[in-house]
């Protein structure tokens, strides 16, 4: 059984950083996707970044520059740290586990970023 454990939210003031991780059980990490999502209210899920087994990535556009994600194998945990946050940031950050080969995929909880300009 997939399981997905978030953490490293919390509020921010502008211009200032966190990491959010995503631990990983039950699934490999090195040969399969991770992302992060997020949500603000009012608006739909949108994909903030994501990286590949092979260790391609991809980021929205409002993000890069200023985002890495990226991932330990070692510890199966994947992390996106986030840069020169700004109040439009806020939202609440998904963590997201897919198995392309198996055709599945899994949620963290989600963790809250908030940032206060």
């Known amino acids: 059984q997939v399981q997905l454990v978030e953490s490293g939210g919390g509020l921010v003031q502008s211009g200032a950083s966190l990491r959010l991780s995503c631990a990983v059980s039950?699934?490999?990490?090195?040969?399969?996707?991770i992302g992060w999502y997020r949500q603000a209210p009012g608006k739909q899920r949108e994909l903030v970044a994501s990286?590949?087994?092979?260790?391609?990535?991809n980021y929205a556009d409002s993000v890069k520059g200023r985002f890495t994600i990226s991932r330990d194998n070692a510890k199966n945990t994947g992390y996106l740290q986030m840069n020169s946050l700004k109040p439009e940031d806020t939202a609440v950050y998904y963590c997201n586990f897919r198995r392309p080969y198996v055709r599945d995929n899994y949620w963290g909880q989600g963790t809250q970023v908030t940032v206060s300009s």
């Open positions: 039950g699934g490999t990490l090195s040969t399969n996707v």
């Open positions: 990286i590949s087994g092979g260790g391609s990535t």
